[in-house]
C-alpha cells in the first residue's frame, strides 16, 4: 500500500505544480490591481501550499515505508530463535527429576496488574513410630 500511497501524493504534487502554472499565466494577463489578478494570485498561493503539503506527505511516506521495513526484520529473526527456544524447553522438563514425597501446593495472588504465583514445597513429617 505504500508504493500506492506515493503514486498518489506525486499525481497531487503534479496536479498543484499545474495549478501554479496556469495561474502564474492567466495572472499575468490581468492589469495589475484589477480582482481577477487578485484571484489568480490566491490561486498561486494555494497551488503553491498544496504542493508543499503534498511533497511533505510523499517524504514522510518514504519514512515510514523505511522504519516499517527496518522494524520488521528483526521481528522476522526474533520469531525463528523463539522456535528453537520452544524446541529445547521440552528436553530441559524431562531432565528434572521428579519429586515424589514432597507435597506442593500452589497460591495466587494478585497484584495491581500482574498475577503472581508462589510456590509453597512442604515436607511430610518424619516421624517415627
Known sequence: MGFKKLFN?????FLSGLGLFNSTKL???YTEGSNNELL???GIIISSAFMGLFFAAFLLEIFLMRRR???????????SKNKSEKKEKPSEKKEKPSVKKEKSSV????SSDKTQEIIIIE???????
Open 123 to 129: 515436607k511430610p513429617d518424619e516421624k517415627s513410630d
Open 40 to 42: 489568480y494570485q490566491n
Open 9 to 13: 501524493y506525486m499525481c497531487l504534487v
Open 27 to 29: 495572472e499575468a494577463r
Open 107 to 110: 497460591k495466587k495472588e494478585k
Open 69 to 79: 521495513s527496518n522494524l520488521s526484520s528483526p521481528v522476522i529473526q526474533n520469531k
